[in-house]
């Protein structure tokens, strides 16, 4: 059975850094994609950034570019979100997600493609 454990979120002031971690157990966690999203009140989940533990390949959303580093820990199964020069606007829940991705190096970038969520960290960004 696969599990996902978010843990890092808290609150922060603007311009200040997290790192949201989430441990994966219950499979082959190197054969698989991975991905961070978030979700603010009154607003639709979005993608903030997604791996594949295959290929290595890297999605990030435009808002998040140059801020947020998603990094993969084979070792440990645990993906992180780093988040730097946080602001407001990146107040949400958190949620990580993973999903067995067809043909295995292909990148996951939509929620409805990930079936295995966790329960969500919250982050919130004070200005």
């Known amino acids: 059975q696969v599990q996902l454990q978010e843990s890092g979120g808290g609150s922060v002031q603007a311009g200040g850094s997290l790192r949201l971690s989430c441990v994966a157990s219950?499979?082959?966690?190197?054969?698989?994609?991975m991905g961070w999203f978030r979700q603010a009140p009154g607003k639709e989940r979005e993608t903030v950034a997604a791996t594949n533990t295959y290929g290595g390949a890297k999605y990030y959303a435009d808002s998040v570019k140059g801020r947020f580093t998603i990094v993969q820990d084979n070792a440990k199964n645990t993906l992180y979100l780093q988040m730097n020069s946080l602001t407001p606007e990146d107040t949400a829940m958190y949620y990580c997600?993973?999903?067995?991705?067809?043909?295995?190096?292909?990148?996951?970038?939509?929620?409805?493609?990930?079936?295995?969520w966790g329960q969500g960290t919250q982050v919130t960004v004070s200005s």
């Open positions: 219950g499979y082959s966690y190197s054969n698989y994609s």
């Open positions: 997600a993973a999903a067995v991705p067809r043909p295995q190096w292909a990148l996951l970038v939509r929620s409805d493609q990930y079936p295995y």
